[in-house]
């Protein structure tokens, strides 16, 4: 009370209480943040290691032992993952503008644009380009079923950026079968080429269809045989590193596979029905 400095503990200026926090305090925008650490087990892709961590993560809200104002994200490898995905595919929230110009902007959708766009050039229409970019979706159903085959057999195969990598790659090459088709079956229409590769009289739709399926089937099938078997080697093949290419592989080889098989079959279906409104619309005329 003299205005002395004296020495006191500081037991007799604060009362002490033990309780457990954390060692550091760290912040992320100027929220407080805490880093867990998951090391998924070999036998786990990591998009499944991904999707049972937001899995938990839910539960725990559910049952109130993660309140509302607590926010989860990914980073590392799973984060990397996402942003890769999203760059390529786009990221789907639901029918509104973000998700539509995400996936504008995705590189498989520009691949798909570049590519419609060139055959539009080369066929001076914009329709027939239509029914040959209808092949694009048959590859697609192919890629993830023979993507689905490989994870029977190896379930540590994940959805990497090589293996969406493949089908930004099967755009331009399953197209081609179609390519070949409707540009030859447009050769026999205009008389410009015949059955026997000289020029002729011109042809019906459904005449010039049926010759140029028959005509280029052989190259088809050669064509794709070569390339399926010339890419399997990447998805049975043993050995250490051989799992980095084979999700690219399978989807490759089988969305060639079902492209091609389908595409002998729906491709002249479409192209027949596309010639026969044109013909309807501009009688006498079966090219634009």
């Known amino acids: 009370m003299d205005g002395s400095v004296i020495t006191a503990p500081v037991g007799q200026v604060v009362n002490f209480v033990n309780s457990e926090a954390s060692q550091e305090i760290r912040r992320v925008e100027q929220q407080r943040s805490i880093a867990l650490t998951v090391t998924p087990p070999d036998n786990i892709a990591l998009e499944e290691a991904q999707a049972r961590i937001l899995d938990i993560v839910a539960e725990a809200r559910v049952e109130g032992k993660v309140g509302n104002d607590m926010f989860v994200s990914l980073s590392g490898n799973a984060d990397r993952l996402s942003e890769v995905r999203s760059l390529l595919m786009g990221q789907w929230s639901g029918w509104n503008w973000q998700s539509l110009g995400s996936i504008a902007m995705s590189r498989f959708f520009i691949a798909l644009l570049i590519t419609y766009l060139l055959m539009a050039a080369l066929f001076e229409n914009f329709l027939y380009p239509l029914v040959i970019m209808f092949t694009v979706p048959l590859a697609t159903v192919g890629g993830f079923v023979a993507l689905w085959i490989v994870r029977l057999y190896d379930p540590t195969q994940q959805m990497d950026v090589l293996t969406m990598l493949g089908f930004v790659i099967l755009i331009g090459v399953v197209v081609n079968n179609a390519i070949l088709i409707v540009h030859q079956a447009l ?102």
Request: glycine letters at 12%.
């Open 187 to 288: 050769n026999f229409m205009r008389g410009e080429e015949g059955p026997d590769g000289e020029a002729g009289p011109p042809m019906g739709p459904r005449e010039a269809i049926y010759e140029s399926v028959r005509t280029r089937m052989r190259p088809i099938f050669i064509t794709t045989f070569t390339s399926v078997f010339g890419m399997l080697p990447l998805v049975i093949a043993p050995g250490s590193g051989s799992e980095l290419y084979r999700g690219l592989g399978a989807i490759i080889v089988g969305g060639l596979t079902c492209a091609t098989l389908f595409t002998l079959l729906v491709i002249p279906l479409l192209f027949s029905l596309v010639l026969e409104v044109l013909l309807w619309l501009k009688p006498g005329t079966y090219q634009s």
